[in-house]
């Protein structure tokens, strides 16, 4: 439709074209609606129903290159409404116009796609094996879910909880619920945002309801509204009346997060034990008052865990790898720092070098200032492939190139300078005595 949140109300009777032809993708009117779904046309009949969204049904009448319809049921037609084809369509095949979209990302370097709906298991394999053929298995898939929508005991639910990658969590209006001021969930649909927290997959919520006041989140929500989210999605319109939720939402969800990280035993369903140590990490943030948490790894798996117990510090990821940007930054309180580093040096110069490359950038953002306390969290031996300790330290704006090397190694290890030249020793030697008011000095150092 356009304007995008355009409106037209059909009514009994009404004729209406259901095409499958991209020119009229933006050119929708109450006579002619564009539906992607140009793979379900073949199988539709003459005298066939067609749902859309909760309200409208039309009925076939002729069926050429579009399909010509009568309004049975009248309602509201928007912008992005679901479209129920007759049963025996095929709704496990992915379609062309899906196809187009993946190429699409793929050329553009887009690394996450939504699909608008939960699909069945069957479609999820043939989405899964489409992105292999065309070369984007490493393509993250998200699901949109209207949360208050989600009704009974579907298991459905649980299976789309622990094969999708993320979610975008929406809410709808509570118009037909008698108490329409508040949001009301159902068990199922709280299990299933539960049951997506645990299983550390990524939850975007847009409050788009609750920032206009439409909605107000009854205390028992709390955790699903304020504490399991990752990110929060507004328009941009909407930054002024934003500041209520977010005040909210910033006192609420502290009070949650310390309620959780005081619970004990923990639990801990990882095959390393790397959850317990993404906890005490967690922990450890909110005891100390830590503005950051530097994390050290060719992977973001160990920033990922920490994000998961929602640490008030900015994890700040340093890796070589720079194909991990594509989903890390999706985490919450999660930023990507790229380090251009020498591959062929040893692993104790390389984690050296990083670290250091971190502090240069935390200090030149303003991030840290002296006396403030961070924490590292790094592999001890290059043969470990998750971060398997952490430290912290006392950050001193002067003399801080010269204290992190014994901070993360308590002995100086041997071959810590393998690979360098003479020069560079003495250039390292030289850095020693240098305040951090020489920067460029430093980062020369760093990238060498």
Known sequence: MDPPDAEVVLNKGDELTLTSMREYSTHCSKSCVYVNAAFLFNDVNVFDYICIGSDIQVAVRRKDTHLRCTVEVGGKL???????????CTKFLVSMEELEDITFCK???????VSYIGGTEEYFENLQYALKTLGCDKMRIYARIVLNEVKGCDHDMDWMAENYDGFIIELSPSD?????????LCPAGEAFIKRAYQLQ?????????????????DPAHYHHIFHYPDK??????????????????????????????SKQPYCDR?????????????????????????????????????????PRALIIFIT?????ETFISMHHNVRFLYYNGITVENYYCSLYKHLLFGLLYAESQRLIKHNDNVMFVYRETASIRLPNKYVTYKYHARHFPQHLDKIL??????????????????????????????????????VK
């Not at 928007?78 to 025996?88: D, K």
């Not at 070589?320 to 991990?324: N, Q, V």
Request: proline share 4%; net charge positive; aromatic share 8%.
């Open 107 to 113: 050329e553009v370097g887009i690394n996450i796609i």
């Open 270 to 310: 990882s095959l390393t034990g790397s959850d317990t140590l993404a906890r005490s990490v967690a922990c450890a943030s909110y005891e100390m008052h830590a503005p950051v948490i530097f994390v050290c790894s060719l992977t973001g798996r160990m920033a990922a865990k920490i994000s998961h117990f929602r």
């Open 78 to 88: 928007s912008s992005r409404m679901p479209v129920l084809f007759p049963s025996r």
């Open 409 to 446: 190694f308590s002995k100086f290890p041997d071959g810590f300078f393998k690979n360098q030249t003479a020069q560079d020793v003495k250039d390292s030697n030289e850095v020693d005595s240098v305040s951090s008011t020489s920067s460029d000095i430093l980062i020369k150092k760093v």
């Open 232 to 261: 929060y999605i507004l328009p941009c319109v909407q930054s002024n009346s934003a500041f209520y939720f977010f005040y909210l939402q910033d006192s609420i969800s502290e009070l949650l997060i310390e309620e959780a990280l």
């Open 320 to 324: 070589r790898m720079k194909s991990a």
């Open 176 to 184: 037909k619920h008698p108490e329409k001021d508040i949001l009301h």
């Open 201 to 217: 997959k990524v939850i975007v919520l847009a409050p788009t309801l609750i920032v206009n006041k439409r909605l107000i989140v």
